[in-house]
């Protein structure tokens, strides 16, 4: 069967890339403000990004009411009961982006699909990515400029690893990818900018709903196959669910990995005697990655809707508000963390952080993700020697509100 070629934007002269600022805030600290914030309570009424002075999700309808929940323990209890804080709030912005997304669904239909996709990302089959995906596509990326002594990790590595690796899971043809990548991210922009996030909708449905068919008839071994096949007591994905996965792959695997790795870079390269001591003993490798994920996880905030009248932290909610779930400020609790805004991958685990969120939707791809950049750092250790960041150039500053990550890291290393 014939697969159609992927469609550009009608102005193929639009850049998503350029919404990111628009979408996420270019804010160095909203940490110092949701802690004060929090200090006075650990549930507020409000809106997140309103918060920050950024424009609302104009998905939402706009007499909606919002509450910031910002302790570890209110977060805690919101993400793992979700009879009472539903998923539908992703209705709103997500079921736009991406279409019927398991995000968006609740108890019994998530169960019923997430038991499907979850055969997908089995151990098994991700330690096997981990081999023939994930460690060529770094190999390649920094053969490019290892001999040069000089990169910026970021427009050179991180943003374009973790991409190349769904390509290959999808195996996608390769004359599409760059028009792939500009449709995938354009979905996100769909809180800011309705026309071009539908767009990119509706031209990756055009895009997926001929190749699912195509490797129904004829599966292989990459991840579209895998989902087109996968069944649980004889029964198969929906048409619909599979398209807004696949839709929802580039930002839930892409756009979070890529961050969270630059992310784990500027924190060990900006404490270098931390970075010392894991290049001394690879052991450490976990820890810091957990350690990144408290401190700058790749989602600061998640949604959740109120199914019913409810009491949270002493404040009441009615059914039907929307809660600003920030992960990113439970992260930083000092109550569960002892000095929470410091970067340190020697601390003790005490309690778990919510970056992959918690309850019946936690990110069904961490264990790809962990090997990812669990992978992605001893690429690095072991091509770039001498690493270190350039000393005749900006350091590296982790920007945004929500989805945050450095513009660049400048580095140097030894290319003996």
């Not at 996420?24 to 004060?36: M, T």
């Not at 649980?232 to 969270?260: H, K, M, W």
Request: with cysteine.
């Amino acid at each position: 069967m014939h697969i159609p070629k992927i469609k550009d934007f009608d102005d193929p002269h639009y850049d998503p890339f350029l919404a990111d600022e628009a979408m996420f805030g270019d804010r160095i600290d909203p940490h110092s403000a949701l802690a004060k914030l929090r200090e006075r309570g650990a549930v507020h009424e409000g809106d997140f990004r309103s918060f920050f002075g950024e424009p609302p999700d104009i998905t939402f309808p706009p007499d909606i009411r919002h509450f910031m929940v910002l302790g570890y323990d209110e977060v805690s209890q919101v993400l793992n009961d979700p009879a009472t804080f539903s998923n539908a709030a992703y209705r709103f912005n997500i079921g736009q982006s991406f279409g019927r997304s398991i995000s968006t669904m609740d108890a019994p239909e998530h169960a019923r699909y997430r038991r499907i996709f979850q055969k997908a990302f089995l151990p098994n089959i991700v330690s096997q990515w981990g081999d023939n995906l994930v460690d060529p596509v770094i190999d390649e990326l920094l053969a490019n400029f290892k001999q040069r002594g000089h990169a910026d990790l970021v427009h050179e590595f991180t943003l374009f690893y973790p991409f190349n690796i769904i390509y290959r899971q999808l195996q996608l043809p390769a004359e599409d990818i760059a028009i792939f990548h500009k449709l995938a991210i354009a979905q996100i922009v769909v809180s800011v900018d309705k026309e071009h996030g539908t767009e990119a909708n509706r031209k990756l449905g055009e895009y997926f709903k001929p190749m699912l068919e195509e490797r129904r008839h004829n599966p292989g071994n990459d991840l579209v196959s895998l989902l087109a096949m996968a069944e649980v007591e004889g029964e198969q994905l929906p048409e619909e669910i599979l398209v807004s996965f696949l839709r929802q792959l580039v930002n839930a695997g892409g756009d979070t990995t890529y961050r969270t790795t630059s992310n784990l870079l500027a924190g060990l390269l900006t404490n270098p005697e931390q970075f010392e001591a894991l290049r001394h003993d690879r052991a450490l490798i976990p820890n810091a990655i957990e350690e990144v994920l408290r401190w700058e996880g790749p989602v600061s905030m998640q949604s959740r809707l109120a199914a019913r009248d409810v009491v949270l932290g002493g404040v009441s909610i009615p059914a039907g508000s929307v809660l600003d779930v920030c992960a990113g400020a439970a992260n930083r609790d000092p109550d569960r963390f002892p000095e929470p805004d410091k970067f340190n991958i020697f601390r003790a685990r005490s309690a778990r952080h919510f970056s992959f969120s918690s309850g019946p939707h936690i990110c069904i791809g961490q264990h790809l993700a962990r090997v990812e950049m669990t992978r992605a750092l001893n690429g690095v250790l072991d091509k770039l020697p001498g690493l270190r960041l350039d000393p005749d150039l900006s350091a590296p500053e982790i920007r945004g509100i929500m989805m945050r990550a450095p513009k660049h890291i400048f580095v140097r290393f030894d290319n003996a």
